[in-house]
């Protein structure tokens, strides 16, 4: 998951490590402060190795040090473009969503309300069959009872989904409250 934010905050514009961790940080609140900047660099050499960035060494500032200054390469715009499309549910767990939708309006690179409406027809679908599942006369009691775990589950889920799209809604395409 890590690696896909952090593509995610270079397809707005590159940035060093210190800046990647400052955005993330921001995106999750109370969450993000157990994000250390040693796990965003090594990220950020994996995601080198593999080719999705590049980066350069850039002048520091006189009362700075040099700084190296990280962007997608062409496979790691496409491996963002990817990952936002992807509506695979529950993989994304709840921070990893919100990230998505935080660097999809960040980086103006998808309307968040359309990832959250996609994820909620995959929920829905998901909710359906499960509870189709569950009204199986056939079905053991004791399997049942994951069944009806996994329906609750996706009810609560569609919850934070409906949630999340008011909360979008109300916000301009950068995650700003509309007309602030």
Same mark, same amino acid.
């Given at each position: ?9 270079? *397809?707005?514009? %590159? ?76 993989? %994304?767990?709840? *921070? ?6 935080? *660097? *999809? ?6 309307? %968040? ?68």
């Amino acid at each position: 998951m890590v690696q896909d934010v952090v593509l995610a905050m270079l *397809a707005k514009e %590159p940035a060093h490590g210190y800046e990647l961790r400052r955005r993330l940080r921001a995106a999750l609140g109370p969450l993000g402060e157990a994000m250390n900047a040693g796990q965003i660099y090594v990220t950020l050499t994996r995601l080198g190795k593999a080719g999705l960035v590049t980066s350069q060494r850039a002048e520091g500032l006189p009362d700075r040090p040099e700084r190296r200054v990280y962007a997608l390469t062409p496979e790691g715009q496409q491996r963002v473009a990817t990952w936002l499309a992807e509506v695979n549910w529950p993989k %994304p767990d709840l *921070a990893e969503f919100h990230l998505k939708l935080v *660097a *999809a309006a960040t980086a103006r690179l998808a309307d %968040p309300v359309a990832l959250v409406d996609a994820q909620r027809r995959e929920v829905l679908r998901r909710l359906r069959d499960a509870q189709r599942a569950a009204l199986d006369r056939s079905v053991d009691p004791v399997a049942g009872l994951l069944l009806e775990g996994v329906v609750l589950r996706l009810r609560a889920d569609l919850a934070w989904l409906e949630a999340c799209e008011r909360v979008w809604a109300e916000h301009d395409p950068t995650g700003r409250k509309a007309g602030a």
